[in-house]
């Protein structure tokens, strides 16, 4: 590293690297167009542009100030213009502040290089080197190194049981060995880990896991930044860099990143990008998507109106275990609306979307479920009703194996869908229990009338927030 400048010297030893030309020239005219290049939070190869604003001297030294976005990541990347020459190295920007960079010229630098030029030549002949960003040694035997390869396998293995078990102190152990190797998925737990201990210095070490864990291929971590930008949590708040971070950690087919970007979209009425975003998110294995996708169709967003559509679509996020999608079908049934009036499929369907009750979401309209719950209770016979409750408990079953299914073919699955174990009870009641959890129906949320409930299409366009 420089004695003079924050700034640190990388030997590359592999061939076919073509150095940038560095420009000597410390007086670089106002507006002159400059790019950065570097990975800000894991966005490789990132490139934004800007213009030499300006200069500012800091601790004696004279900095190249430029209104080209610099990010955490960009630090140590070049500044160059439009003819590829090295102006200067990204190096700091002013904080609280929106396109204010500062970079360290390149005659500066090649001044520093030239200076320690000798005593970096003699490092290079006396010392030996790992590779970078690499488990693997070059002066280690290849038997060593593959004990070792099984040695970071292994803690990476009981890092993500340990922590899913929430045995954090062993968790913290394993997660920390198989991080310092560079292990991506590790150093995103051990991140988790740290914010848990809720001080300012933890959670700074838990950003910089996250970074690391971003440049090194997590989604899941590039998605946890991406939500920090978005809020401003923990790091400046930065919309274009969060929808950026969403965007890649979708590509790496994190379906809650594809969500993400699906509600940004929607809140700007860009209803083709919506579209684009839900159905990524479906491919990358959400459930949630294929309800919101039938909400589109039901109502017409960025697409002509197609109920029948919308209540397939619907239906196999119901098939997969999403509570709201359930509901959502009994619904359908009950008001005849893509599908033909059935009421006890409706109640069928009203049956196994209870089975979880903590899976309600705050934006549902309860007094709809209330009113169809009465009604659909006092439009059938008893026998209706318990052979519609037999029948709730063969198809939750099959959900049941659908889940599973599921979870095992989409490795980014994550806790949107209703946990098995509540299922299960279901599969387990007795049909005095049934009947039981049928008469509490028809106390809870009375209606406040005789009418029957009859559809209402602006309670529909308030759904469309669940995007």
């Not at 860009?270 to 579209?275: G, K, L």
């Amino acid at each position: 590293t420089s004695k003079r400048y924050d700034l640190a010297y990388l030997y590359i030893s592999d061939s076919g690297c073509v150095p940038l030309e560095p420009l000597m020239d410390r007086d670089l005219p106002l507006a002159h167009k400059v790019f950065t290049i570097g990975n800000p939070a894991g966005m490789k190869y990132t490139v934004t542009s800007g213009i030499v604003s300006g200069y500012h001297e800091h601790k004696d030294v004279e900095y190249i100030q430029t209104d080209a976005a610099i990010n955490p990541g960009n630090s140590g990347g070049p500044l160059i213009d439009e003819e590829g020459r090295l102006l200067g190295v990204n190096s700091m920007i002013l904080l609280d502040t929106e396109g204010i960079g500062f970079a360290l010229p390149a005659a500066l630098v090649v001044e520093d290089y030239q200076e320690n030029r000798e005593y970096i030549e003699k490092l290079l002949e006396t010392h030996e080197f790992k590779h970078w960003m690499s488990s693997i040694s070059s002066y280690m035997s290849d038997e060593e190194n593959q004990e070792l390869e099984q040695q970071i396998d292994l803690a990476a293995a009981n890092c993500a049981k340990e922590f899913e078990d929430e045995q954090w102190g062993v968790a913290l152990e394993e997660c920390q060995f198989a991080a310092d190797y560079e292990h991506a998925h590790s150093q995103y737990l051990l991140a988790k880990l740290y914010f848990e201990r809720d001080d300012d210095v933890r959670e700074d070490i838990a950003i910089g896991l996250l970074e690391k864990a971003a440049l090194n291929g997590s989604a899941e971590a590039l998605y946890l930044l991406a939500g920090f930008r978005r809020d401003g949590e923990f790091v400046e708040k930065n919309i274009e860099l969060s929808t950026e971070m969403y965007s890649e950690s979708c590509e790496k087919l994190f379906y809650k990143s594809c969500e993400q970007l699906a509600y940004y979209y929607r809140k700007r009425h860009d209803w083709d990008n919506v579209r684009k975003y839900l159905e990524k998110a479906i491919d990358s294995g959400s459930v949630v998507a294929y309800y919101s996708l039938g909400l589109l169709y039901r109502l017409g967003y960025g697409v002509e109106i197609d109920k029948e559509k919308s209540f397939e679509l619907n239906r196999k996020a119901a098939m997969l275990g999403a509570n709201r999608a359930q509901h959502f079908i009994a619904w359908q049934y009950y008001e005849g609306n893509g599908v033909d009036k059935k009421y006890q499929e409706a109640y069928k369907w009203l049956v196994v979307s209870e089975v979880d009750e903590q899976d309600y979401y705050d934006d549902w309209d309860t007094d709809v479920p209330g009113n169809l719950r009465f009604y659909l209770y006092n439009m059938l016979s008893d026998r209706e009703r318990q052979d519609q409750v037999e029948k709730a408990r063969v198809l939750i079953e099959e959900i049941t194996a659908n889940l599973e299914a599921h979870k095992s073919k989409y490795s980014h699955f994550a806790s949107e869908i209703p946990d098995i174990a509540a299922v299960e009870k279901s599969k387990e009641a007795n049909s005095q229990e049934d009947e039981a959890t049928v008469e509490k129906m028809e106390e809870k949320n009375q209606p406040g009338s005789d009418a029957p409930p009859e559809s209402d299409d602006s309670a529909d366009k308030d759904k469309i927030e669940v995007l």
